[in-house]
């Protein structure tokens, strides 16, 4: 990766500033480094020889959200957040890759099985208290500058992943025709396994058969760290998982994945992009939902329920009026908009783990706006989203639920408002 191509793109920045009123970095920190304008004045400076490559530039590379909310609010729609992933990939070359990340992206994330072998490892620890005594001694640190802060994020982590419990493999269901691939996020694999039982139950009233695919990471993690290779080895592999099947499409509950299944064109480099032309249309399930609706069983409660856009949904897929409609049409609910629905919780992935405290601003400014709205339930899409919504709501004290938008159609959440 050498930004010096990318030289044109960074010089369409007039410097106007409209970025800085969308930026929940900016607005959070003020730092002029922290917006769009000031994160692209350092990529030119840095091309222009005025400033070397060092340790020094991880901060300013690196505490980006991604969340592209200043690209909607510029003009020239400067992509200022895949700039940075490129300074980030030229960063790596430079500056060196972290062990932890040769770990996770080489040695976990291809590989479904160490990553529930380390993921039960770590809920061994965590619901033992182990992990705050390493936190204490510090050794968690070796994880990210702000993990030992962040591990406090997660209450719980479960013992078994989803695909322990549904196993990869075709399940029959009561549909007439679609043989729908369910792509299963890390997230939903290790820790929001009810959703995925609830999208899993939803597509097969939908589906002739549903396969759980025994895919890997789809890769968004590592290309946001820059690590454009891991990234691409991720891609390739799942899409060698679908070779040769007959599945009509790929839908997957996780909006920060689908929205990187949908670019995978982009990820893959020309000599390995072939097997695309076999790879489903990806679908996320908010529109899945949208278009196959089940008649929602009549509720004699009413509730309030407001709706958090996740960046990968409302600017990486442009998914926003569907997911209200669908949570507007379910009976017992009556739907408020919160204000700044779509800006970025500060989940942003792994962001809190090495930004912590930058993301716990960006998360007051959402938990603010959840509680000015008086909302019983908050429902999202996006598994990333939906731990940081929950931590944010654990920390202000707040009664509101955090849902995902399967658990809205199927009927699941009343087990959790309404406990019997
Ligand atoms: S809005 Fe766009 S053109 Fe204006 S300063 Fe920000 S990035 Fe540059
Ligand atoms: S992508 Fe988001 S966090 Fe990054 S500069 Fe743009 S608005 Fe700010």
């Not at 030992?148 to 549904?166: C, D, G, Q, Y």
């Not at 597509?203 to 895919?215: A, M, P, W």
């Amino acid at each position: 990766m050498n930004i010096h191509k990318e030289y044109d793109a960074i010089s369409q920045c007039n410097k106007c500033g409209f970025c800085q009123v969308a930026c929940p970095v900016f607005r959070s920190t003020g730092h002029e480094s922290g917006v769009a304008r000031g994160r692209l004045a350092l990529m030119r400076a840095i091309i222009e020889d005025r400033i070397v490559w060092s340790k020094t530039l991880e901060d300013p590379l690196f505490n980006c959200l991604g969340c592209g909310a200043c690209t909607a609010n510029c003009f020239g729609a400067v992509p200022t957040s895949d700039l940075m992933i490129k300074g980030r990939a030229q960063y790596l070359e430079k500056v060196g890759r972290k062990p932890i990340h040769t770990l996770l992206f080489d040695q976990l994330l291809p590989y479904p099985g160490r990553l529930h072998l380390a993921a039960r490892a770590a809920a061994a620890g965590k619901n033992s208290g182990l992990s705050r005594l390493a936190g204490a001694l510090g050794l968690l640190r070796v994880l990210g500058r702000d993990i030992a802060k962040a591990e406090r994020i997660l209450e719980k982590l479960p013992a078994t992943p989803f695909r322990s419990k549904v196993k990869p493999g075709t399940y029959e269901g009561k549909g007439p025709d679609l043989n729908i691939g369910f792509f299963i996020g890390c997230g939903i694999d290790i820790i929001q396994q009810p959703v995925g039982r609830e999208s899993f139950n939803l597509l097969k009233q939908y589906g002739k058969t549903v396969t759980v695919l025994d895919n890997c990471c789809c890769g968004l993690p590592a290309r946001t760290y820059g690590d454009m290779n891991a990234a691409e080895k991720l891609a390739r592999k799942n899409v060698s998982v679908v070779e040769s099947s007959s599945l009509d499409l790929i839908v997957t509950d996780c909006s920060s994945c689908a929205a990187f299944l949908k670019k995978y064109d982009q990820i893959l480099t020309p000599d390995t992009r072939e097997p695309l032309r076999q790879f489903p249309k990806v679908i996320d399930m908010v529109e899945f939902l949208y278009d196959h609706r089940p008649e929602p069983p009549d509720s004699d409660r009413t509730i309030a329920a407001t709706y958090h856009d996740p960046c990968h949904a409302v600017r990486g897929q442009g998914i926003a009026e569907q997911n209200r409609a669908v949570l507007s049409g379910l009976p017992g609910i009556e739907y408020r908009e919160m204000a700044e629905a779509d800006w970025c919780c500060g989940g942003a992935g792994s962001y809190a783990l090495s930004h912590y405290d930058i993301s716990m601003k960006v998360l007051d400014r959402k938990i603010k706006n959840l509680a000015a709205v008086k909302a019983d339930l908050v429902v999202t899409s996006c598994p990333a989203c939906m731990i940081q919504l929950s931590h944010g709501i654990r920390r202000n004290d707040l009664k509101t639920r955090v849902c995902h938008i399967s658990e809205m159609v199927s009927g699941a959440w009343k087990r959790s408002v309404f406990p019997a």
